[in-house]
């Protein structure tokens, strides 16, 4: 959350010459709602089976980058899809996090106090990410052109 997966994803597709999808935007396109009314109507396992059935979707007929919802690989079905795969973790420290996400609108898991909830969030999930991601990149204090250019260099390396 706030490691700029949509932004870098788009910057990196447009780098790369392939298509970009969110899969979040997936989701609310299947479910007709957004990701937040999602959660309060239905709950959170109820969109991680969306998101798992998007992530499979857009893995069988996407052919270029994917950019996942952060809580999207605590689900180990999606963990599995993603096994065969480059995977990407874009690292962000909480003070950039925090930064990034502000007040935290519009993210259902950040209700109540955003810098406490983000710290937690990222501490529960960083060890789930460092052990799927074939790549790993650092984006605090940089630009998301930055961090592209770092991405499509590394991916490059590890054809």
Not at 100 to 123: F, H, I, M, T
């Amino acid at each position: 959350m706030g490691a700029g997966k949509t932004t870098v994803g788009r910057l990196l597709a447009d780098e790369l010459g392939v298509g970009f999808l969110d899969s979040d935007h997936a989701v609310e396109e299947h479910a007709g709602k957004a990701v937040q009314d999602i959660f309060v109507d239905d709950g959170e396992a109820a969109f991680r089976a969306l998101e798992r059935e998007a992530v499979a979707a857009a893995l069988a007929g996407h052919d270029g980058v994917l950019a996942l919802g952060g809580g999207a690989v605590l689900d180990a079905g999606t963990r599995a899809l993603l096994a065969d795969h480059r995977v990407v973790f874009l690292r962000v420290g909480l003070s950039d996090a925090v930064k990034r996400v502000g007040l935290g609108a519009g993210r259902p898991l950040l209700l109540g106090n955003v810098r406490s909830r983000v710290k937690q969030l990222l501490d529960e999930r960083t060890p789930v990410y460092e052990g799927l991601a074939t790549i790993s990149v650092d984006t605090d204090d940089r630009s998301p052109q930055d961090v592209v250019a770092e991405v499509a260099e590394r991916l490059r390396e590890a054809r």
